[in-house]
C-alpha cells in the first residue's frame, strides 16, 4: 500500500492536503483563468466587431489572428499550448463555416456541435461506467484508470462529475440551438459569449466538491518506481549471494 492508498482521516491535515492537490489537478487540466480567457477572447473578439459593422470577413479573421497570436505568445514564453491550439481548431473551423455559408451565425456552429457531443459523452460514458471525466483527470493525479478497479469511491465520485458536466452542457445547449435557429446573430454571438464561463465554473466547483469528499488517488506511477526499486534490490540481493565466499 502507497501512502496515496492509506486513509486520510488519520492525519488532521489529510483532507485539506486532498483539496490542495484536487483544486490544483482542476487547475492544470482545465487552464485555469488564462486557458479560460484563450477561449472566450476570439469568439468576444468576432461579435464585437460583427455587432459594430455586421462585417463577416473582418470578425473572422481577427478572431482567428487573436487565437492565433495566443498560441505565439505561449511558445515565446515555452509554455503548454494545448488550451491555446484547441481555441485555434475551434476558431478555425468556425471561420470556415462562415466563410464557406457566408452566414455570421455559422462562426459558432461547430463550438455548439462540439458542446452537444461532449455533453453526451460525458453522459453515456458515466451510464457505461467509464466516466469521460475520470478518463481525463486520471494521468492528472497520477492514478491513471486505478479508479475503476482499486478506489470505487473515486469512480462514484468521477460518475457523479461526468453527469454534471454532462447535464450543464445539455442545458447549455438547449439554450444556444433555438437561438441559432431563431435570434439575431447578434443576440446569439452575446449570449454565446455570456454562457461560455459560468457554466463552466459551475461544473468545475461541483467536480472539486465530488473529488475533494473521495478518498485520495492511488498513484500508480509511485507504485511502479516502488516495484522497480524493490525488483533491483531484490537482484542485488541474488547476486551478493552467488558471490564466491558468500
Request: proline share 6%; aromatic share 10%; hydrophobic share 55%.
Amino acid at each position: 500500500m502507497t501512502s496515496l492508498d492509506k486513509p486520510t482521516q488519520n492525519a488532521p491535515d489529510a483532507p485539506q492536503d486532498a483539496k490542495a492537490v484536487t483544486e490544483a489537478a482542476l487547475f492544470e487540466a482545465f487552464g485555469g483563468v488564462r486557458g479560460t480567457v484563450e477561449t472566450v477572447l476570439p469568439g468576444l473578439l468576432f461579435v464585437t466587431i460583427y455587432t459594430i459593422n455586421k462585417n463577416l470577413n473582418l470578425s473572422a479573421i481577427a478572431a482567428l489572428g487573436v487565437a492565433l497570436l495566443l498560441v505565439a505568445v505561449r511558445l515565446v514564453m515555452r509554455d503548454t499550448v494545448k488550451h491555446a491550439f484547441s481555441g485555434v481548431f475551434g476558431v478555425a473551423f468556425g471561420v470556415a463555416f462562415a466563410m464557406m455559408t457566408g452566414e455570421a451565425r455559422d462562426f459558432y456552429l461547430p463550438g455548439m456541435l462540439y458542446t452537444l457531443g461532449l455533453a453526451l459523452a460525458y453522459i453515456i460514458t458515466a451510464i457505461a461506467g467509464v466516466p469521460l471525466i475520470g478518463l481525463i483527470l486520471g494521468p492528472v493525479f497520477k492514478e491513471n484508470l486505478s479508479w475503476r478497479t482499486r478506489n470505487p469511491g473515486r469512480k462514484k465520485a468521477y460518475t457523479k462529475a461526468s453527469w454534471a458536466w454532462g447535464l450543464i452542457l445539455l442545458a447549455k445547449c438547449a439554450i444556444l440551438f433555438p437561438l441559432y435557429w431563431w435570434a439575431d446573430v447578434t443576440q446569439l454571438g452575446w449570449v454565446l459569449v455570456a454562457l461560455k464561463i459560468p457554466p463552466f465554473l459551475l461544473a468545475v466547483w461541483l467536480t472539486w466538491v465530488f473529488l475533494a469528499k473521495a478518498p485520495p488517488p492511488i498513484d500508480v506511477f509511485a507504485e511502479m518506481e516502488a516495484e522497480e526499486a524493490a525488483a533491483e534490490e531484490r537482484k542485488r540481493e541474488a547476486a551478493r549471494r552467488q558471490a564466491p565466499g558468500e
